[in-house]
């Protein structure tokens, strides 16, 4: 008796199984994929830059979400000078993150934010405009 190498083996057993599978509705390639996996794309913050204008009295926007590597510039829109400093209340921090010093009407000052964190600042002479936040993701 001829002995049959494996692959041979299996030619003969698809040979005999193609029929029955033609017969049970199965058509088309075998070859084909019955489902195809769709990728998901991730989402992953792109820097870029942002502005938030400074009002007499508020910023624009008062919070603003960014991912990490970000700049975003304040432009002074008012008509007196204005500064960014990070703190609580209307007193800065003695060592703040964010110090624009005196920022003139008609003026901008930009900070890159290389780290994730929230930043609140305020404009410590004008302590009627509120605070704002810049969150870093």
């Known amino acids: 008796m001829?002995?049959?190498a494996p692959y041979s083996l299996a030619l003969v057993s698809f040979a005999m199984?193609?029929?029955s599978l033609s017969s049970s509705g199965c058509t088309g390639s075998l070859a084909k994929p019955t489902h195809t996996a769709t990728p998901t794309a991730t989402s992953t913050p792109t820097p870029a830059l942002f502005t938030i204008l400074v009002y007499e009295f508020g910023w624009n926007p008062p919070t603003l979400t960014v991912s990490s590597g970000s700049t975003v510039t304040w432009q002074n829109t008012g008509?007196?000078?204005?500064?960014?400093?990070?703190?609580?209340?209307?007193?800065?921090?003695?060592?703040?993150?964010?110090n624009s010093g005196a920022i003139l009407s008609g003026g901008a000052w930009s900070f890159a934010f290389a780290v994730p964190g929230s930043y609140d600042y305020i404009d410590?002479?004008?302590?009627?405009?509120?605070?704002?936040?810049?969150?870093?993701?």
């Not at 008509?79 to 964010?98: D, E, F, I, K």
């Not at 410590?124 to 993701?137: D, I, K």
């Open 79 to 98: 008509v007196t000078q204005h500064r960014v400093v990070s703190g609580a209340g209307c007193l800065a921090n003695p060592t703040p993150v964010l």
């Open 124 to 137: 410590p002479a004008c302590c009627t405009m509120g605070p704002g936040r810049v969150v870093v993701q």
């Open 17 to 19: 199984l193609a029929p």
């Open 2 to 4: 001829r002995r049959l």
